[in-house]
């Protein structure tokens, strides 16, 4: 009999943009997130995915970063949001339009290991991140389709780096093989794609959610949230979600499998993305 976390890994896997990749995800690492997340209380979300040659953020990404971010604060956590400094004010545009009391903090492209040092002082116990550049086999990062975006990236892999080295659990939500926690299965991806080997990231991380969307792997994170703490629904409606990517494609972002600025996700259509919304709604409460 199917589960509730298998049903749930299915609806925010399925391979909408025709990735590839769908099948290698985990129902055990979808509820082994989630678990992470319970069982933290002051939580690091790091988003943005810079789109060439536009330089702009992506809509993919910060959706879900800021509703998972709304949710955790609803269970009574520390949360704050990461991102690269030329698109932190589409992230706060978007916290103040849903009236939400998260920080948004904008990293420089450069910056010193004092960085570091502050950065660890304000004693995070997880740190999450959706669709987010995770570096290359050679340092670099790249998008997916091989442009080397490395001069329009902060460096935030490297907490989930340390992370490791301080035991502090780690959570990659993605959808391509760029993005932190794609280490996880760089394997799997090489022998799959041996000609797109050079973009694929090589940092780890503790749980990886692999979803055909980030914005639904991270929607997967708050179904899941909302079945272990007895919460119930705490998606986002689908006419919100809407009238969000209207607010964050005003202030900039792009669509990044389209390059346009439409209120779109990946090339997936409104329509297609507020059943997916009803879908993973039906999935808490069919069970």
Same mark, same amino acid.
């Given at each position: @009999?199917?589960?509730?976390?298998?049903? +749930?890994?299915?609806?925010?896997?399925?391979?909408?943009?025709?990735?590839?990749?769908?099948?290698?995800? =985990?129902?055990?690492?979808?509820?082994?997130?989630?678990?992470?997340? @319970?069982? =933290?209380?002051?939580? /690091?979300?790091?988003?943005?995915?810079?789109? @060439?040659?536009?330089?702009?953020?992506?809509?993919?990404?910060?959706?879900? /970063?800021?509703?998972?971010?709304?949710?955790?604060?609803? +269970?009574?956590?520390?949360?704050? %949001?990461?991102? #690269?400094? %030329?698109?932190?004010?589409?992230?706060?545009?978007?916290?103040?339009? +849903?009236?939400?009391?998260?920080?948004?903090?904008?990293?420089? !492209?450069?910056?010193?290991?004092?960085?570091?040092?502050?950065?660890?002082?304000?004693?995070?116990?997880?740190?999450?991140?959706?669709?987010?550049?995770?570096?290359?086999? #050679?340092?670099?990062?790249?998008?997916?389709?091989?442009?080397?975006? =490395?001069?329009?990236?902060?460096?935030?892999?490297?907490?989930?780096?340390?992370?490791?080295?301080?035991?502090?659990?780690?959570?990659?939500?993605?959808?391509?093989?760029?993005?932190?926690? @794609?280490?996880?299965?760089?394997?799997?991806?090489?022998?799959? !794609?041996? =000609? &797109?080997?050079?973009?694929?990231?090589?940092?780890?991380?503790?749980?990886?959610?692999?979803?055909?969307? $980030?914005?639904?792997?991270?929607?997967?994170?708050?179904?899941? +949230?909302? &079945?272990?703490?007895?919460?119930?629904?705490?998606?986002?409606?689908?006419?919100?979600?809407?009238?969000?990517?209207?607010?964050?494609?005003?202030?900039?972002?792009?669509?990044?499998?389209?390059?346009?600025?439409?209120?779109?996700?990946?090339?997936? $259509?409104?329509?297609?993305?507020?059943?997916?919304?009803?879908?993973?709604?039906?999935?808490?409460? #069919?069970?």
């Amino acid at each position: @009999m199917e589960t509730f976390w298998e049903r +749930l890994k299915s609806l925010i896997s399925e391979d909408a943009a025709c990735r590839g990749i769908n099948d290698l995800a =985990s129902a055990d690492e979808l509820r082994r997130a989630v678990e992470f997340s @319970m069982s =933290s209380s002051n939580i /690091a979300i790091f988003t943005g995915f810079t789109i @060439m040659p536009l330089i702009k953020c992506e809509t993919d990404g910060p959706v879900g /970063a800021v509703f998972l971010a709304r949710g955790l604060l609803d +269970l009574g956590k520390r949360v704050s %949001i990461w991102t #690269d400094d %030329i698109y932190a004010d589409v992230l706060r545009k978007g916290i103040n339009f +849903l009236s939400v009391n998260v920080p948004v903090y904008g990293v420089p !492209f450069k910056w010193s290991g004092n960085f570091l040092g502050l950065f660890w002082q304000e004693g995070f116990d997880l740190l999450i991140s959706v669709e987010r550049p995770g570096r290359a086999i #050679d340092g670099k990062y790249y998008s997916s389709r091989n442009e080397d975006i =490395s001069c329009y990236v902060s460096p935030l892999d490297e907490l989930f780096i340390e992370a490791g080295r301080k035991n502090i659990p780690t959570i990659g939500i993605g959808d391509g093989g760029n993005e932190i926690g @794609m280490g996880n299965i760089r394997g799997e991806l090489l022998n799959r !794609f041996p =000609s &797109k080997g050079n973009i694929f990231s090589i940092v780890k991380v503790d749980s990886l959610i692999i979803s055909g969307v $980030s914005n639904w792997g991270a929607y997967g994170l708050l179904a899941g +949230l909302a &079945k272990l703490s007895g919460k119930g629904n705490m998606l986002p409606d689908p006419s919100e979600e809407k009238l969000f990517l209207k607010v964050i494609v005003e202030s900039g972002s792009v669509d990044g499998v389209t390059l346009k600025t439409a209120e779109t996700v990946d090339g997936v $259509s409104g329509d297609t993305l507020s059943k997916k919304l009803r879908e993973i709604a039906s999935c808490l409460e #069919d069970f």
